[in-house]
């Protein structure tokens, strides 16, 4: 059932990733969207991985991926640890997790950020539709992507599933995960590509060192 958009409801936003390791991307992206949005605060919500999945080589495990998160979101009194999709059974589908939380918090309304990436590969995820239902989708620049793109794609899956998009105004980030583990793999710094407690947290537990699988 498609959710009322009123505006007495508590507005609240959603930064899921898998967080391999968070960096200033995502922290730019939750800041921006609580400041652009007027949101109360913003979940940063770490994605589970399948049992079978965990530990492999050159990535981080689940319980690091969480730790990483909690230390980067530290000083932030609107940010907030949100682990609803880290439990046993691994990988949780984003439509299931926004109508267990509308359900459990009927007062809220829930604001799902996004990188350009993400926004194009929405056809791919599941259930796009109770996706939309469920949230308001909201979509920052990436990889250069511009403007015209990003709102023509947001159209387009707005009318295709009968969803409410929104884009960030945000200055294009030129970072990713993937580069900060082969650049921590190479023994290259990113020092201030990640806040300093996490940069120290991949030091000390030695995260990344070895080449992925
Ligand atoms: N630099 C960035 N600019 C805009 N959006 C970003 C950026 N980095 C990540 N995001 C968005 O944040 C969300 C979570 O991203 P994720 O944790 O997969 O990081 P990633 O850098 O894309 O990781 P990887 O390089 O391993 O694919 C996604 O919706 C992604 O589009
Ligand atoms: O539900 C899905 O089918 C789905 C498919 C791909 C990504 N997501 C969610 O989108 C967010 C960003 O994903 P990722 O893989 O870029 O880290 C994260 O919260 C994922 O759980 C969700």
Redesign the pocket.
């Known amino acids: 059932m498609s959710q009322t958009r009123d505006e007495k409801r508590r507005r609240i936003g959603?930064m899921?990733?898998?967080?391999d390791p968070i960096h200033i991307g995502h922290l730019i992206l939750g800041e921006k969207a609580y400041e652009q949005l007027g949101l109360e605060k913003v979940l940063f919500?770490p994605?589970g991985n399948p049992p079978h999945k965990r530990h492999r080589a050159g990535r981080a495990s689940d319980e690091q991926r969480v730790e990483m998160v909690a230390r980067a979101i530290a000083g932030n009194s609107h940010f907030e640890l949100s682990t609803v999709?880290m439990h046993e059974d691994g990988?949780?589908?984003?439509?299931r997790t926004l109508e267990q939380l509308n359900h459990a918090n009927t007062d809220v309304e829930y604001y799902f950020i996004?990188?350009a990436?993400?926004l194009f590969?929405l056809d791919?995820?599941?259930k796009p539709e109770r996706?939309c239902a469920a949230c308001t989708m909201v979509v920052a620049t990436r990889n250069h992507t511009s403007v015209s793109k990003i709102n023509s794609e947001m159209a387009r899956l707005s009318q295709k599933y009968q969803g409410r998009f929104l884009r960030l105004d945000t200055l294009n980030i030129d970072v990713s995960s993937e580069m900060l583990r082969s650049w921590v793999q190479r023994g290259k710094s990113i020092r201030y590509y990640c806040t300093d407690s996490v940069v120290s947290y991949i030091e000390e537990q030695k995260i990344y060192r070895t080449p992925k699988e």
């Open positions: 959603i899921g990733g898998t967080f919500m994605s999709e990988y949780s589908y984003t439509y996004i990188g990436d993400s590969n791919s995820w599941m996706i």
